[in-house]
């Protein structure tokens, strides 16, 4: 009788919620990664800073 082991290795996976920077324009928020280099314009890099 043969044996075989099959393991694997996965990643951790951790819930996450995204804003656009419309979207983030009011808002509270306690903690933010912002991404200034998706900025297209200086109006959204103000919208999103602010």
Same mark, same amino acid.
Do not use: E, F, W
């Given at each position: !009788?043969l ?6 290795? $996965? ?8 804003? $656009? ?14 991404? #200034? ?7 959204? #890099?103000?919208? !999103?800073?602010?």
């Amino acid at each position: !009788m043969l044996l075989h082991t099959i393991s694997r290795l $996965t990643l951790p996976l951790l819930p996450a919620y995204l804003y $656009t920077n419309y979207k983030c324009q009011g808002q509270s928020l306690d903690h933010a990664i912002v991404n #200034l280099c998706g900025c297209r314009s200086p109006q959204s #890099l103000y919208v !999103m800073l602010l």
